[in-house]
């Protein structure tokens, strides 16, 4: 493969360390392996990988402390490996900063293809958003625990550069905030904020598809590199996680979900901008 593929391995469990550098090693990436959880970190601030699995169960630091430390300086796609039964572990990994989690024992299939989803989001992440409109939504799309009604208005308009394909490195603009596609900043009444590359394609999706409502499941697909409107299979578990991104996203916007600026909840559907976005330059 001509792309270039690094990944490091966190997993104090040999038999676990072994398997992983094999599918991923199998899959063209160049594998480092680090058994705890300080070491790991060192690892990954010397390979600049991107992918990182993380075990959560470490011994001298934990999972969760292993990803925001990694958070500090790395934009790789962090994936935590629980053999813990509770959600909220996996919930916690991702409030820590990681970008999916997957439970012990795993699928090598299913590793595979989340792996392979996350490079296909690297290459794309200075292609256009598609936007086109969504279909009518999925009954399994759960109601947030805030939301705002959806208005009896006409369909809004779809911002005219999203949707004719050009200008796809112009800055989105919305109350205050700017998302920068070609550098990946976002910044709120000009102060940079510090996202997870998958808060930022969240991010960059909503405001490309403006009042357009996005659901859960469309919203998954898009971290899956695959048109929202695709109808592939979205579990319970693949719309919470888009929650919980979200959830983190409000929080490191100040965006309140009961007055919201950038992100509004429509019960029972999904997601939408509540106000039109601009373009920058």
């Known amino acids: 493969m001509d792309e270039r593929r690094v990944a490091v391995v966190i997993e104090d469990d040999e038999d676990i360390r072994s398997l992983l550098t094999a599918l991923l090693s199998q899959s063209g990436f160049t594998v480092h392996e680090s058994s705890s959880g300080l070491e790991g970190v060192q690892t990954v601030r010397d390979h600049d990988p991107d992918v990182v699995t993380v075990d959560l169960g470490l011994a001298d630091i934990d999972g969760f402390e292993v990803t925001r430390r990694l958070r500090v300086f790395s ?40 792996v392979e989803a996350s490079m296909r989001r690297r290459r794309a992440s200075a292609r256009p958003v598609s936007v086109s409109a969504p279909s009518a939504p999925s009954s ?8 705002a009604p959806l208005p009896a208005t006409p369909e809004p308009e779809r911002p005219a550069a ?38 930022f394609l969240l991010l960059r999706s909503l405001l490309a598809s403006g009042q357009v409502v996005r659901t859960k499941a469309e919203l998954y697909r898009i971290l899956r590199d695959e048109d929202p409107d695709q109808r592939t299979f979205v579990s319970q578990a693949d719309e919470r996680t888009v929650e919980v991104h979200l959830g983190n996203l409000r929080r490191k916007l100040g965006d309140d979900p009961r007055i919201p600026r950038w992100i509004q909840t429509v019960r029972g559907v ?12």
Request: proline share 6%.
């Open 140 to 147: 399994a799309s759960a109601p947030d625990e805030v939301a």
């Open 162 to 199: 999203a949707s004719s394909g050009t200008g796809a490195g112009s800055s989105l603009v919305l109350n205050g905030l700017e998302v920068n596609p070609q550098t990946h900043q976002t910044t709120v009444d000009g102060q940079e904020v510090a996202l997870t590359p998958t808060e």
């Open 270 to 281: 999904g997601y939408r901008t509540p106000a039109r976005v601009t373009r920058g330059s």
């Open 75 to 114: 934009d790789a796609h962090v994936m935590v490996l629980t053999a813990r039964t509770e959600e909220i572990d996996a919930l916690m990994g991702l409030d820590a900063g990681a970008d999916d989690y997957l439970t012990k024992p795993f699928r090598p299939r299913e590793l595979r293809a989340r």
